[in-house]
């Protein structure tokens, strides 16, 4: 027992004498600057630029209004896709889709500050929920991301729509 807590203590001073000093006030500064938020919303300055359809009714930015009563929905055919700017590099640690028919999802993402260079990031076949929403919740890795692309490969049906796209994560640095 005596050398578990001699070890406890030593590790403790190791991880103390690690830990750079700082001000009380530098903490809390720091940690307002390393808050995770919803990067997805338009709020925290996140827009669609590219929706291969649009309705009238239910435009891409639905998708990141906050609302879970709007939605971007198909009109048909597909593939169609999406791309997501978040105007500043980010770092994404969990990405959520909730949608409708979305049969085969892959997502791309690109690190320029142009959306161009993207690189296939993710893919998923999601599970037709009847008379639900699809709720797909993806731990990201590797989630350095300036850009996404959505690509909605196939649906259950000639239509599919998204509610919500949420990204858990932070701000890292702005665009240079």
């Known amino acids: 027992m ?16 690690l830990c750079p000093l700082t001000s009380r006030s530098s903490r809390k500064i720091k940690h307002f600057k390393m808050r995770k938020v919803d990067l997805c919303l338009s709020s925290e300055g996140t827009e669609v630029i590219l929706a291969t359809s649009s309705d ?68 998923r076949d999601l599970v037709h929920t009847e008379g639900q929403l699809q709720n797909e919740e993806i731990l990201a890795c590797d989630g350095h991301v300036t850009y996404l692309r959505f690509i909605i490969v196939s649906a259950f049906d000639h239509f599919a729509s998204v509610h919500s796209i949420s990204a858990e994560g932070m701000a890292v640095s702005n665009l240079s």
């Open 2 to 17: 005596r050398s578990a807590h001699t070890a406890f203590i030593v590790i403790l001073h190791l991880y103390i004498a």
């Open 56 to 123: 009238e009714k239910h435009p891409p930015e639905n998708m990141i209004d906050g609302n879970p009563e709007t939605f971007w929905t198909t009109t048909g055919m597909f593939p169609q896709e999406f791309i997501v700017c978040f105007h500043k590099h980010v770092r994404i640690e969990k990405l959520v889709i909730q949608s409708y028919f979305v049969r085969t999802l892959r997502i791309e993402k690109s690190t320029s500050n142009e959306p161009v260079d993207f690189e296939q990031w993710i893919e």
